[in-house]
């Protein structure tokens, strides 16, 4: 089944302790991104990979760090968590720039 | 700065009816834009997409339009059903490397 896979789904943590968010997605996309979303603020784009090693900022890429090291994984890094990255986070591929975007299931991350 | 507006009250809509919403944009031209549909809960699914060379896009009950004039995307669902109660989400895309900005969504409710 083609899908995007992200792990973990709910995560409380602390500020400060470093985390990681995973995606991937078996669709053999060149495209990969990552969002959070907020109420009243809908989907940001954090982070967006055309390919291999090349990635590049969104909207908001303030407090995180990507990389794609390989086409089917995109993992998101949270150094220094802070409350305020408290979010619905979601991480999606796409076959081309411009296509559909498959997201994943989404990951509640909850910094206190 | 660079807005995209979509009407954050919910659109009550009687089954039968053709509910339309609207995704105005400021600031911005589009090569392209999207529409998702979002559960509660879940990750978006892809609707459509059109381009800015083109005026209308079909798909089963769904149509858009766009107007780059009035910088506007019109979203229309005919003969609404009770399952396309859902949160819809247009998104624009300004070049082909994958970056994508969201609108904040409008609810639809349709009612039997």
């Known amino acids: 089944e083609a899908q995007v896979t992200q792990n973990p789904r709910y995560l409380i943590t602390v500020t400060g302790k470093k985390l990681t968010v995973t995606c991937s997605q078996n669709m053999n996309h060149e495209y990969m991104s990552w969002y959070r979303q907020d109420p009243g603020l809908g989907l940001r784009q954090i982070y967006y990979?055309?390919?291999?090693?090349?990635?590049d900022k969104g909207d908001v890429p303030e407090g995180y760090k990507v990389s794609r090291k390989e086409k089917r994984n995109f993992p998101l890094i949270l150094e220094s968590p802070s409350p305020n990255q408290t979010s619905l986070y979601f991480c999606a591929s796409s076959s081309t720039g411009v296509g559909e975007q498959y997201f994943g299931p989404g990951t509640r991350l909850t910094v206190t | 700065s660079q807005k995209i507006e979509q009407n954050s009250e919910a659109l009550n809509i009687q089954e039968g009816k053709t509910a339309t919403l609207t995704c105005n944009y400021t600031?911005?031209?589009?090569?392209?834009l999207q529409w998702y549909r979002q559960d509660p809960g879940r990750g978006p699914v892809f609707l459509l997409l059109?381009?800015?060379?083109?005026k209308e896009k079909r798909k089963e009950r769904l149509k858009v339009t766009f107007d780059t004039t009035l910088k506007q995307s019109l979203f229309h669902i005919t003969a609404s059903q009770p399952a396309d109660s859902a949160t819809y989400l247009c998104?624009?895309?300004?070049?082909?490397?994958?970056?994508?900005?969201f609108g904040a969504g409008t609810q639809v409710v349709v009612t039997p």
């Open positions: 600031n911005y031209s589009p090569a392209y």
């Open positions: 998104a624009l895309g300004t070049d082909s490397w994958g970056k994508l900005q």
């Open positions: 059109i381009r800015e060379n083109e």
């Open positions: 990979s055309m390919n291999v090693e090349v990635t």
